[in-house]
């Protein structure tokens, strides 16, 4: 069965750290060119002074870049999620949004760099808002990628 974007955000929103974490994906781009994440602020997300806790701030943008860089490079390329930086600018109450982009021109160059098996090292950058549109949390995920060294051959 192939992977559809639909398939993945409904199996990522079910997946039990997502789940019981209050983190739903919304959805992935027809073209894996981008994803929209929530954090659902409640009881079990919330910290000591009942705002989000860092920890899910952070857990809700883990693994999207890398998962947008490698369904549009495809099997030929090893991606993986390295470091990950947040800043937190304001408290978050309520239901908090982050939404990734990686374009296809990104992709394409991330493509060409990784070329005969070159690592490759890209930040990319989000925001994490509120329901009001305020910023809550600015945060920085750094995306490992290479060409497998049999497709490089």
Known sequence: ??????????GM??????LFSGIRVKRFADDWTSATVELHVNVFTRNYVKTAFGGSMSAMTDPYYF???????????????????????????GVL???FEVPREKAQELRERAKG????????????TDASGDVVARVRREVYVREKRRAAA
């Not at 929103?13 to 997502?18: A, C, F, G, Y």
């Not at 098996?117 to 994490?128: D, H, K, S």
């Open 67 to 93: 998962m947008l860089v490698m369904h549009q490079l495809g099997r030929d390329y090893i991606v993986w999620d390295t470091r990950g930086e947040i800043a937190f600018v304001k408290p978050g109450r």
């Open 1 to 10: 069965m192939r992977m559809t974007p639909r398939r993945l955000a409904i």
């Open 13 to 18: 929103s079910l997946w039990i750290p997502n």
């Open 97 to 99: 949004t982050a939404h």
């Open 117 to 128: 098996g070159a690592p490759v090292r890209e930040w990319f950058e989000t925001e994490i």
